[in-house]
Structures are given as structure tokens and as C-alpha cells.
């Protein structure tokens, strides 16, 4: 099993910055796609970023690419988003999401263990 705990969700300004980290416990080789998804109210949980353990494989939403940025540092089995000119839109519960396989996915469908989820509130 994998346990995903993530932090530094919090409120900010329009224009801000925020970092987000999740940390992976357990049996972390099953870690080895990870990926950031959003949730705002009423709305799907739709995908973010990710990362395959190598380093390789990145991928951004559309509406994110060019100011998030998705980083993991595999030695500390951490998993990070880096959130730069945050927008009102931004505003969702942020959860870190793992798979193992290496490949690339953006369906929630397609992860195997998820984070219990942060807090991002942009205001304007």
C-alpha cells in the first residue's frame, strides 16, 4: 500500500505563488507515475500535472502550462507543484495521485492511490 500526504495548500492573492509537496510512504516503488489533479465545487476532478519517476514524461493542463511547474525528488519520495501567478480559477482542493505503471495518464481512473487532498483559495 502507498500512503500520500500532501501540504502547503493554503489562501493567497491573484498573482501569487504557492508550493505544494506530497510525500510518499510505503511501498513507494508502486509511485512510479505521479500526478496533481483539482477539484473545485461542482465541478469534475480534472488533471494538473505529472511526472514519471525518471523525470522524463511531464505533463501540464493546458490552463496551467507556463506557470505551474512539477518536480519529484525520489531520494526524499517527495512529489511537488509549484503554483506561480495564480489566477481566482486556481481555487480547488489540489490532491496528489500515484500509478504503477510508468506511462503517462489523465484520468482519474487511471491512479492507484490519491492524497486526502489541500486547500487552494486564490482571491482577487
Known amino acids: 500500500q502507498v500512503r500520500l500526504v500532501e501540504s502547503g495548500g493554503g489562501s493567497v492573492q491573484a498573482g501569487g505563488s504557492l508550493r505544494l509537496s506530497c510525500a510518499a510512504s510505503?511501498?513507494?516503488?508502486?509511485?512510479?507515475?505521479m500526478a496533481w489533479f483539482r477539484q473545485a465545487p461542482g465541478k469534475e476532478r480534472e488533471f494538473v500535472g505529472g511526472?514519471?519517476?525518471?523525470?522524463?514524461?511531464?505533463y501540464y493542463a493546458e490552463s496551467v502550462e507556463g506557470r505551474f511547474t512539477i518536480s519529484r525528488d525520489n531520494a526524499k519520495n517527495t512529489f511537488y507543484l509549484q503554483m506561480n501567478s495564480l489566477k481566482a480559477e486556481d481555487t480547488a482542493v489540489y490532491y496528489c495521485?500515484?500509478?504503477?505503471?510508468?506511462?503517462?495518464?489523465?484520468?482519474?481512473?487511471?491512479?492507484?492511490?490519491w492524497g486526502q487532498g489541500t486547500q487552494v483559495t486564490v482571491s482577487t
Open positions: 511526472i514519471a519517476r525518471s523525470g522524463n514524461s511531464i
Open positions: 495521485a500515484a500509478r504503477r505503471y510508468s506511462n503517462y495518464g489523465a484520468q482519474p481512473f487511471e491512479y492507484d492511490y
Open positions: 510505503g511501498r513507494t516503488f508502486s509511485t512510479n507515475y
